[in-house]
């Protein structure tokens, strides 16, 4: 493909992630089946009755690199497993975009990033990152025990790449957690993502 026709699919790509709604709270969760780092099918029903968080993730776009490199996103996922959470970071990157591993690859690159969810998983066709209207890396969405919508939006409020600013930062997921399994209605329940553009399939 030449230069001006490369420019141009990437505009048409940028536009596609930029029109993606992130799901509205409230909504039912769309159901998915997706094959997780050792090559298992996971769906979304196997955790009926449980809280889930669903993280998008790009090990090698900065935004994500922020939380992974300071301790931040693992610490949040420990915390969640302590409660009984599910945690599935979900990668919506297509084969050969930044972000895709797949096979020994990508259990290296897991445990070198000290990753602790209970699954990755591979969405190498985009499907569920865009029912679930994810536009970046990182983006989340917490589903109730019901397998409701009840949080939709970015991992915090400071869109930096920067982790000194992660103490100065209200952090969404962990109190939209923390708020869900006391009973109570989230303080945020929609937040504008922040981050890299999920690399779909062009």
């Not at 930029?18 to 969760?29: C, D, R, S």
């Not at 420990?78 to 259990?107: D, H, T």
């Not at 989340?140 to 600013?165: L, N, Q, T, W």
Request: charged share 20%; aromatic share 8%.
């Amino acid at each position: 493909m030449s230069h001006p026709l490369r420019w141009l699919a990437l505009l048409a790509l940028a536009a596609v992630v930029l029109a993606l709604e992130p799901i509205t709270p409230g909504t039912p969760a769309p159901a998915f089946t997706l094959p997780n780092a050792q090559g298992a099918s996971v769906s979304l029903a196997d955790f009926a009755g449980k809280i889930v968080v669903l993280e998008w993730v790009n090990f090698d776009c900065p935004f994500v690199r922020k939380f992974y490199r300071s301790g931040t996103m693992q610490e949040l996922q420990r915390e969640a497993a302590a409660q009984g959470v599910i945690w599935l970071s979900i990668c919506s990157s297509a084969p050969g975009q930044q972000g895709y591993f797949a096979g020994k690859a990508l259990l290296d690159r897991i445990a070198a990033e000290r990753a602790a969810p209970t699954h990755y998983l591979i969405d190498a066709d985009g499907t569920v990152g865009r029912a679930y209207g994810a536009r970046t890396t990182p983006q989340f969405v917490i589903i109730d025990r019901e397998g409701v919508v009840r949080y939709s939006g970015a991992i915090d409020s400071i869109r930096s790449a920067d982790p000194s600013d992660i103490p100065k930062a209200k952090n969404y997921v962990r109190n939209g957690l923390r708020e869900l399994i006391a009973g109570q209605p989230l303080s945020d329940a929609l937040t504008p993502p922040y981050g890299c553009s999920v690399k779909y399939a062009r």
